[in-house]
């Protein structure tokens, strides 16, 4: 099936990023979110599996939260926090989105995602996920959204096999981080690939070893 771009690229800044899940808000985030987050991202041991550095300040996270607010505006980029009874309790988004490759069209984002370690194994980040990436497809037309992790991530592997993506291959030596290389699973995704996926669930990904 040929899904032909959307004649009119979209303006995030214009749309309702907010979501509805069985039992969770993803919203775009406020300042006031830096407390609720703040154990979480200042925890040296948390972000070892994740690309971003562990925040040494308050001043840290808040510059976080207005980054994806300017991502938002620029057009390249929505982060939602993941907020359940109330509550900031993790991130997902879909970032360095890209509409234009001089005379192409790319309509590509990659996902990005975290929750607090309380929450880890209950499904949460499952069904986030799920809702973000049906966002991307469905309300912004996206193309494709890529994603990937740590091959010693299990945990993040589930998550991406469980919302359908397909892997594209292990990358060795990837990226340095707490003093060595560390190789990644590549995944992908395709709008026609999440419609059947979503709708008849009939693709069966094999696992990567």
Do not use: Q
């Given at each position: 099936m040929v899904v032909v771009p959307r004649a009119a690229i979209p303006?995030?800044?214009?749309?309702?990023?907010?979501?509805?899940t069985q039992r969770l808000v993803l919203r775009p985030y406020v300042e006031g979110d830096v407390d609720a987050l703040w154990p979480s991202?200042?925890?040296?041991?948390?972000?070892?599996?994740?690309?971003w550095?562990?925040?040494?300040?308050?001043?840290?996270?808040?510059?976080?939260?207005?980054?994806?607010?300017e991502d938002v505006r620029q057009?390249?980029?929505?982060t939602w926090g993941i907020e359940l009874e109330g509550r900031a309790i993790g991130?997902?988004?879909?970032?360095g989105i890209v509409w234009q490759v001089g005379a192409c069209r790319a309509d590509r984002a990659e996902l990005g995602y975290w929750v607090a370690k309380a929450w880890w194994g209950k499904g949460i980040m499952t069904e986030a996920a799920h809702a973000a990436v049906g966002f991307g497809f469905e309300t912004i037309g996206l193309h494709k959204i890529s994603t990937a992790c740590f091959v010693e991530n299990a945990a993040s592997r589930r998550?991406?096999?469980?919302?359908?993506?397909?892997?594209?291959?292990?990358?060795?030596?990837?990226l340095w981080r707490?003093?060595?290389?560390?190789?990644q699973h590549r995944y992908e995704?395709?709008?026609p690939e999440w419609s059947d996926v979503h709708t008849t669930m009939r693709v069966s990904r094999p696992r990567p070893t």
């Open positions: 303006r995030l800044d214009e749309l309702d990023l907010r979501i509805e991202v200042s925890d040296p041991e948390f972000p070892r599996m994740m690309m550095p562990v925040h040494a300040h308050r001043d840290d996270t808040l510059a976080y939260i207005r980054g994806t607010a057009n390249v980029g929505v991130s997902i988004g879909l970032r998550v991406i096999e469980k919302v359908g993506f397909r892997h594209v291959g292990r990358v060795e030596d990837d707490d003093g060595a290389w560390h190789a995704l395709t709008s």
